[in-house]
């Protein structure tokens, strides 16, 4: 009887296992920066859960219009399946329509090159990285997604993947965790971005810059797991606990006499 109660009590405190749901991207959209030329989103799979941006292409978002995923977290993989090449894969959070024209953007921008490069006079780092882009998006220059200067502020590097680039034809798995206080990033299972704020709601989205044959795939969405925090005991727990310890003690002493 005592194991029953105990582990009834135990299993109130445990967190209930969610399933991750298969993401249909058919009625996801694109939206384009500035530079040229636009990019090319192509939804594939059975059940529409990939994407695959095919052309060497301005800064690009692909993302569900109207959708507030804080609390959310996204997985798939992702496969450069080419060796032409070696600019930016990534993510967006918190992207609301229109905002790649907008005077206040204001969204957050996770983005992964595999290279060193300068370009425009900004120099394009190798490695995983968060930025926050806020202001005046519409009229700013592809230069400032390059370099990460102007509207595009980074704020952290990954802990393992800061300086290193994606390979060529090398599938990652990612998981984006997005809550109204967290970015979490992990990529094959590895946590490299954990940041912490306060993040305005918008949509997840993918995100290419000058780089083409970019896969999207096997996209899954789950709610987003509660934070590791010590459980507090409910008030009345180690009553209870103290109790079955000396109903065990009793139960010892007579089987003893």
């Known amino acids: 009887m005592k194991n ?4 009834c009590t135990i299993s109130l405190l445990l967190p209930v296992a969610a399933h991750a749901a298969t993401v249909d991207l058919s009625g996801w959209t694109s939206e384009e920066g500035n530079g040229s030329p636009a990019a090319s989103w192509g939804v594939q799979g059975v059940s529409n859960d990939s994407v695959f941006q095919s052309v060497n292409s301005r ?20 496969t450069v399946e080419t ?34 490069q300068p370009f425009g006079g900004q120099d394009g780092l190798a490695g995983l990285s968060l930025s926050h882009v806020t202001g005046n998006v519409g ?18 590097r990954a802990g ?18 997005f809550t109204s206080t967290l970015i979490e990033v992990k990529v094959n299972g590895t946590t490299e971005l954990s940041y912490g704020g306060a993040f305005t709601d918008g949509s997840f ?9 970019v896969r999207y795939a096997g996209i899954t969405e789950d709610v987003a797991p509660p934070p590791i925090n010590p459980v507090p005991l409910p008030a009345g727990l180690p009553l209870l606990l103290a109790g079955l310890g000396g109903l065990g003690l009793i139960s010892r002493r007579k089987r003893s006499s």
């Open 160 to 177: 393992t993947l800061g300086s290193t680039g994606w390979g060529n034809n090398v599938t990652n798995s990612f998981e984006l965790i």
């Open 59 to 78: 800064p690009s978002v692909f993302f569900n219009p109207g959708s507030n995923d804080q609390g959310l977290a996204l997985a798939g993989d992702i």
């Open 4 to 7: 029953l109660v105990l582990g």
């Open 205 to 213: 989205g993918f995100y290419n810059y000058s780089q083409s044959s």
């Open 83 to 116: 060796t032409a090449d070696d600019d930016y894969i990534g993510f967006v959070l918190g992207y609301n329509n229109g905002e790649f024209s907008s005077a206040n953007a204001d969204f957050w921008l996770i983005d992964w090159k595999q290279g060193n």
């Open 139 to 156: 009229a700013a220059s592809e230069v400032d997604f390059w370099g990460h200067s102007g509207v595009v502020n980074e704020v952290k």
